[in-house]
C-alpha cells in the first residue's frame, strides 16, 4: 500500500477543526465552543461506526485535548477589562 494513504486525514474532521479555529482566531466565542461540541460528536460518531483507524483515533483525540485547554479558558469575560 502507498504511504501517503495511511496517514489519510478525514476531511470531515479537518473542516470542522479549521472552522473551530477560525472561530477561535476571530474572537467568535459562542462559534468556537459550538464549533469545539460538534468536533466530539462527530469524532465519537466515525469512532464508533469504524470510520476512523487507529491512528486517526489517536491522532484527533490528541488534537481535540489540545484544545480543551484553551477552549476551558475561553469565555466573554476574557474580553471585559474595566468599565
Known amino acids: 500500500m502507498f504511504a ?3 496517514n489519510k486525514k478525514n476531511e470531515a ?3 470542522k477543526l479549521q472552522t ?3 472561530n477561535f ?3 467568535y466565542k459562542d462559534a468556537a465552543k459550538l464549533n469545539y461540541e460538534e468536533y466530539w460528536k462527530l ?3 466515525l469512532k464508533t461506526s469504524g470510520k476512523l483507524s ?3 483515533i489517536a491522532y484527533y483525540q490528541e488534537r481535540g485535548e489540545q484544545l ?3 477552549m476551558n479558558n475561553f469565555h466573554h ?4 477589562k474595566s468599565f
Open 43 to 45: 469524532f465519537e460518531s
Open 68 to 70: 480543551k485547554d484553551r
Open 54 to 56: 487507529d491512528k486517526q
Open 13 to 15: 474532521l479537518e473542516t
Open 4 to 6: 501517503f494513504l495511511k
Open 77 to 80: 469575560q476574557n474580553n471585559v
Open 25 to 27: 482566531e476571530n474572537n
Open 20 to 22: 473551530l479555529q477560525m
